[in-house]
């Protein structure tokens, strides 16, 4: 909808501005002054060679127009496929050592400040930058004017009219804020220094001529720009430690299982335990809408959507997908989603970012009301006793509310010690008032003379319940049954590890503790005691398991201490990492079992922690789960049959191809697309034959594309160039109004499809400015090194003496040959673009800290800074063409 209403909007602008000085100065009358329609020729055009010349003029330019708007459509086409190319070789993902964690994980090979710069800005502004390049070679290395004129009325209408764009179509309250703000401002400031530095050599440093030096040096500005950026964007230029390899998880297609494992453990552990894969897959993508696609796809996306082509996927509406959940996890999402819509900051994210998802906090959720509850069990799992002590006591402990009675219930039970025998058997039960922590639980044992080696009974607490109405939720802990061994002997004992040398634990959704008992063997007399750590291996402290260490103290008639171990929950896909839990120096008299690992001076014991068993078909089914959504996103195609279906049928056969949801009607391609798709179809099949991105990591395509689009190029190049010398307008003013607005169309709808879907500004609004200095140091700094260096290494031609040698304006000591560039309209125009941009980026800076965000905000303030956006375009092309028209009567 605002694309229908936009750009007539601006269509008519640029016809007013454009022509309006024209037909003021009496119509075509004016372009015989500089321009003879009966003798103007091009690079490859006109077709029909002279007999086109004779034509009826007012049919060249209705040819000529309907032909420029045709090729702009071919150009937006194949840059669409440059885009995917470049979309596929940025997308690059490698394996890497984390440092940190000693693990591999997936990283992005190109930085995306850095991709943005240059592959990205390459193919976002190829036309007007290969149109430099070419009437530059088509010139014979002379200068022209619709190059720089063309890369200057580009600057113009991406800065101040796409901004506009991107200040209206953000909903009414909502706002988008540019998140690299350092990356934004390095890139602004070299925006404006870009258009400086050519008023700096062409007026003041060497007048209406470009040095070498001058040419080297607006050259190497273009990789400054890079690297400042970049540095800027890791966070050199401040205390932030910028970006870690391996902080988050890199969702793609390129993620390893045992990512994906790490990632539905973190989602369950903050949303529940008991999510379904989908559910997973629903959450993953809503917390994912948060990283923001790139420029590339939001361009090729806006373009197939206005041409009829084939669809992509540019963001998922979080909305729909939160709606889905249910239960508190849906309800705190859809909460979330509501404020990253209207901008607010979240509360308990890092930085308060807005769009971030986290987890459910019970006591925030006013409707979970948790009761207190209160934990029984033992305070030890074993106790050791001789067998002329009379009785063992055993302590019973309660931990959590203690504000209420409880009961508990317990029994003995044979092991190898008999009831009757050796102790007496009682069942009963330990009642505990309020506050009270522990109670003492004896078993009477029976002396006999007959020996015996070691024995053992067991003690289980059965069942505990409250006994007031205060409504406490009583519970058995985990340590419900202690085991009593009666010896015959009064040594100190042995250490050992109940579970041997080795332990296997299974990972589950939580983080939880394993306790590792170690026994005291052979005797339990006196006090004793052992030191204990851990001792990393392929499992990582602080990653898989929280290392403990201190002493183990065993009292008197104590023997089976035990270790807790914290297993964290991070998420493993058929995978073991183990780490070795060391005690040693026993002190007391004990010592230790020299059958186990370590030998007399100590035990080790090695811990497995082993996937969840049911996390690995889980993990499966979650990735077909997310598979289906990524096919949706894809921009490329990966062999020739693809891209010959995609370009034969309307929005490339997407009711028969695309996955969608069962309760989702299928896209039906309207009026719009149909007439589009059959006016682009030529283009489609010629672009067709270009090889696939999946072929050579998208290198081949780029290339082929890249010439493809210079190929289109000239052809625009000379269409403009004819079409402006049959209607009188100079090359200036053409390449600042129907050039610029040809080949800047598809970003507008590339930024505005950027400032809707993206939780943020740099996408939309931020790449502007990193392409605008780019077109000058690259589309202006490549050509003008090549012609400065050619002239000033070569003998000036007889074409060269003949237009400068005697030209007052070219200086007295080039008047031997050097790279003419005159700043004349040239000049002016600049001059005007930089001080309409220092505005427009004042103004943006305003918007900032009173409206909350670059984009969007209140109501009035939108329309208000989108309409003064819109008038310093206004006055730059009306102020352009006025200065070209003057000069053209002098």
Known sequence: AWGRRLVPLFCSLYLGVSLGPVLAQGGLEMGGKKCDPLTKDGLILPVFGDGEKSWPNPLRIILYCVGLCWCFLGVAIVADVFMGAIERITAKKVRKMNPNTKRFVTAQVWNPTVANLTLMALGSSSPEILLSVIELLGNGLYSGDLGPSCIVGSAAFNLLCITAVCILVIPDGEFRRIREIRVYGITSFFSLFAYMWLLIILIASSENVVTPLEGVVTFMFFPLNV??????????????????????????????????????????????????????????????????QNRAHYRIAATRNMLGGKRVSVSEEPEQLARSLEGPAGDLLREQVRLRKTGRQVVGVPGGMPGKI???????????????????????????????????????????????????????????????QDYVHVSDSLTFTPDQAEKDLDVTLIDDVAYEEDEEFFIDLTSAAATDATGTIVELGENTTTTVVIIDDDMPGVFAFKDGETLRVSEKIDDYQVEIKVERRNGCSGRVSCSYRCEDNAALSGTDYDAVSGDLVFEHNVNVQTIKVNIKARGRYESEEDFRLIIEKAKGGARFDETQDGGTERCILTVFIESERTANDRVDRLMSALAVNWDK??????????????????????????????????????????????????????????????????????????????????????????????????????????????????????????????????????????????????????????????????????????????????????????????????????????????????????????????????????????????????????????????????
């Open 227 to 292: 690297l400042l950026a970049y540095l800027a964007d890791i966070g050199y230029f401040t205390h932030a430690s910028g970006r870690k390899l391996g902080q988050a998880v890199v969702v793609s297609q390129e993620m390893s299982k045992r990512e994906l494992a790490e990632l539905d453990s973190s989602v369950r552990r903050r949303y529940g335990k008991d999510l379904t894969e989908e559910q997973v897959s629903k959450i993953i993508r809503i917390e994912q809408t948060d990283f923001q």
């Open 633 to 890: 996103a894809k921009v490329g195609h990966s062999n020739w049959r693809e891209q010959f279906i995609a370009a034969i049928y309307v929005n490339g056969g997407d009711e028969d191809d695309l996955e969608l949801d069962m309760d989702e009607e299928p896209p039906k391609a309207t009026v719009c697309d149909w007439t589009m798709h059959i006016i682009c179809l030529p283009w489609k099949l010629l672009f067709a034959f270009i090889p696939p991105t999946d072929y050579c990591g998208g290198w081949l395509c780029f290339c082929s594309s890249l010439a493809m689009i210079g190929l289109m190029t000239a052809i625009i190049g000379d269409l403009a160039a004819l079409f402006g010398c049959c209607v009188g307008l100079p090359d200036e003013v053409t390449a600042i109004t129907f050039v610029a607005l040809g080949t800047s169309l598809p970003d507008t709808f590339a930024s505005k499809t950027a400032a809707i879907n993206d939780p943020y500004a740099d996408a939309s609004v931020g790449n502007v400015t990193g392409s605008n200095a780019v077109n000058v140091f690259l589309g202006l700094g490549l050509p003008w090194m090549v012609g400065s260096i050619y002239w000033k290494v070569g003998e000036p031609s007889e074409k060269w003496i003949k237009m400068y040698s005697r030209d007052p304006d070219v200086p007295s000591d080039h008047q031997t040959g050097a790279f003419i560039v005159k700043a004349g309209t040239l000049g002016f125009s600049v001059s005007i673009f930089v001080g309409c941009a220092a505005v427009c980026l004042i103004m943006l800076v305003v918007r900032r800290y009173t409206c909350q965000g670059e984009l969007g905000g209140p109501r009035l303030a939108k329309y208000c800074t989108a309409a003064f956006s819109v008038s310093l375009w206004l006055i730059y092309v009306a102020l352009s063409s006025w200065k070209t028209f003057s000069e053209l009567e002098d």
């Open 358 to 420: 986290f987890p459910i906090n019970e006591d925030e959720v006013g409707h979970m009301k948790v009761k207190p509850k209160c934990i029984l069990e033992f305070v030890s799992s074993g106790y050791a006793v001789l067998e002329n002590a009379g009785v063992v006591r055993t302590k019973v402990r309660r931990t959590g509310c203690l504000n209420c009675s409880a009961t508990v219930c317990y029994a003995t039970r044979d092991g190898r010690a008999k009831a009757g």
